[in-house]
């Protein structure tokens, strides 16, 4: 009898208590703090002693799930590194405001086959508690959080993509990061395209098969030939 074949999400992660972090580690319900974009700093204030009471400095906050972008060497080498976390969001038809079950299934689509350059989708993992639902991880909203915060913090076991997987997104990042290209005035105006628009024209522009051109044929040879 043929072995069972192991759910998928099983090649995507493993789960301990880890005492260290990896790009690709999954942070769940972390509370992380960023500065407001009206923040004013009144550098007589912070040259206070700490002993002084005075104005402090107003933080936004929220608590969810993290993923861990900072490339491993870098944490390894600076035990104070400030730490990069991109949000993770659950795949839902409202996190993903599609309007109806069957563009909702499109975008998961648009997103599995890596279409939605900001946006990297993550499998489920079934197997931990609480489970881990499909996700995504949206680059636009990045925190840098300190690292030894982070390992007091964060929850375990705690998932940590396996290889290869975890070098795919680490590719990801590294070409979020290093996007470059002209100004958008410069470029030729775009017409917004939908889901089902985007996989149709991904779909009609790959090879469906060797062209005549391409073909062969591959002939028995004639008892001529044969030696």
Same mark, same amino acid.
């Given at each position: 009898?043929?072995?069972?074949?192991?759910?998928?999400?099983?090649?995507?992660?493993?789960?301990? $208590?880890?005492? +260290?972090?990896?790009?690709?580690? =999954? @942070?769940?319900?972390?509370?992380? %703090?960023? *500065?407001?974009?009206?923040? &004013? =700093?009144?550098?007589?204030?912070?040259?206070?002693?700490?002993?002084?009471?005075?104005?402090? !400095?107003?933080?936004?906050?929220?608590?969810?799930?993290? =993923?861990?972008?900072?490339?491993?060497?870098?944490?390894?080498?600076?035990?104070?590194?400030?730490?990069? %976390?991109?949000?993770?969001?659950?795949?839902?038809?409202?996190?993903? #405001?599609?309007?109806?079950?069957?563009? *909702?299934?499109?975008?998961?689509?648009?997103? #599995?086959?890596?279409?939605?350059?900001?946006?990297?989708?993550?499998?489920?993992?079934?197997?931990?508690?609480?489970?881990?639902?499909? &996700?995504?991880? $949206?680059?636009?909203?990045?925190?840098?959080?300190?690292?030894?915060?982070?390992?007091?913090? /964060?929850?375990?076991?705690?998932?940590?993509?396996?290889?290869?997987?975890?070098?795919?997104?680490? +590719?990801?990042?590294?070409?979020? =990061?290093?996007?470059?290209?002209?100004?958008?005035?410069?470029?030729?105006? #775009?017409?917004? @395209?939908?889901?089902?628009?985007?996989?149709?024209?991904?779909?009609?522009? /790959?090879? &469906?098969?060797?062209? &005549?051109?391409?073909? !062969?044929? !591959?002939?028995?040879?004639? /008892?001529?030939?044969?030696?």
């Amino acid at each position: 009898m043929p072995d069972a074949i192991p759910p998928f999400w099983t090649y995507w992660y493993e789960q301990g $208590d880890y005492k +260290n972090l990896r790009q690709g580690d =999954i @942070l769940r319900g972390v509370t992380v %703090l960023w *500065f407001p974009q009206n923040l &004013s =700093i009144d550098e007589e204030v912070l040259a206070k002693p700490a002993s002084e009471e005075g104005p402090g !400095i107003e933080v936004e906050w929220t608590k969810g799930d993290w =993923i861990v972008c900072t490339a491993s060497c870098d944490m390894d080498n600076n035990r104070n590194a400030q730490v990069l %976390l991109g949000r993770i969001i659950e795949v839902t038809q409202a996190n993903l #405001k599609t309007p109806n079950q069957d563009e *909702f299934k499109q975008m998961v689509e648009v997103l #599995k086959r890596g279409l939605y350059p900001s946006r990297f989708l993550l499998a489920e993992f079934e197997d931990s508690n609480p489970r881990f639902p499909r &996700s995504v991880v $949206d680059f636009r909203f990045q925190v840098q959080m300190p690292i030894q915060y982070l390992l007091r913090v /964060a929850p375990s076991p705690r998932l940590r993509m396996k290889s290869p997987l975890r070098e795919q997104f680490g +590719n990801w990042v590294g070409a979020c =990061i290093s996007r470059v290209g002209p100004e958008n005035v410069t470029l030729i105006p #775009k017409e917004k @395209l939908f889901p089902p628009q985007t996989l149709r024209a991904v779909d009609a522009d /790959a090879p &469906s098969g060797p062209t &005549s051109e391409q073909r !062969i044929v !591959i002939r028995r040879p004639s /008892a001529e030939t044969q030696g």
